[in-house]
């Protein structure tokens, strides 16, 4: 599986637009992009997926570049109850289920 | 609508105890996964299963450890003689029967497992 690369910790202020951007150099032709929210003592929660050029759902933009090779989630107009960390996984093309492979996340701190 | 289930959100066991925890998938849900995650670290994925069959065990200690997703019932992960190591958050995700090349998991609120 291909291993992504976050930063590991993000702050912005509320109402601002937060921008998350990953590393995936060694992403298969088959790979998603995934990207999953996780509160404290909560399980993680699927945010978005896409496959490349932008997806864009009620929560949040993903932007892939033609290459494939990073992705940035974009969560438009921050509030507190945002703070969280998001992970970005790249995975799951094989057409089967399979093992997903967190990194350490970013942890993104909301401020008013 | 009910999501992921699991039971116990917490639950506290002496060293050499057994741990069980179970895992109730999202209905018509056939995939069910087990994550461990450690405070301040991202979940490492532990087993996949499907009714009746272990799929991925990759991700599970070679001793003490054990999966099952029986044919009634929830899926049961159970750690025998359990270790201070072993506290942890697990965390339980299902997953639908799956088309070409999309995936997503959802997963259940975990359970917190403290070794005294």
């Known amino acids: 599986l291909a291993k992504t690369t976050q930063p590991i910790s993000m702050d912005s202020y509320e109402g601002q637009e937060v921008n998350i951007t990953c590393s995936h150099n060694n992403i298969a032709t088959n790979d998603y992009i995934t990207w999953y929210q996780q509160f404290p003592s909560q399980g993680p929660r699927f945010i978005i997926q896409?496959?490349?050029t932008k997806v864009t759902n009620e929560v949040a933009s993903l932007f892939i570049p033609a290459d494939r090779k990073s992705s940035t989630l974009s969560l438009p107009r921050v509030s507190l109850s945002d703070t969280a960390v998001y992970y970005c996984l790249v995975g799951g093309g094989t057409g089967t289920a399979s093992k997903l492979t967190f990194g350490t996340g970013t942890r993104l701190q909301v401020t008013l | 609508n009910a999501g992921v289930m699991q039971n116990p959100r917490h639950l506290v066991r002496r060293r050499g105890q057994e741990a069980r925890l179970r895992c109730s998938p999202m209905k018509g849900h056939s995939h069910v996964y087990w994550y461990r995650q450690l405070p301040e670290e991202g979940l490492k994925f532990m087993v996949y299963l499907q009714k009746e069959n272990i799929i991925d065990e990759s991700g599970m200690p070679k001793e003490r450890f054990s999966a099952e997703f029986p044919k009634e019932g929830p899926s049961i992960l159970r750690i025998q003689q359990v270790v201070r190591g072993d506290s942890a958050a697990y965390f339980c995700a299902s997953s639908p029967r799956l088309g070409q090349g999309v995936y997503e998991q959802f997963f259940g609120p975990g359970t917190r497992l403290t070794v005294l």
């Open positions: 896409g496959y490349k």
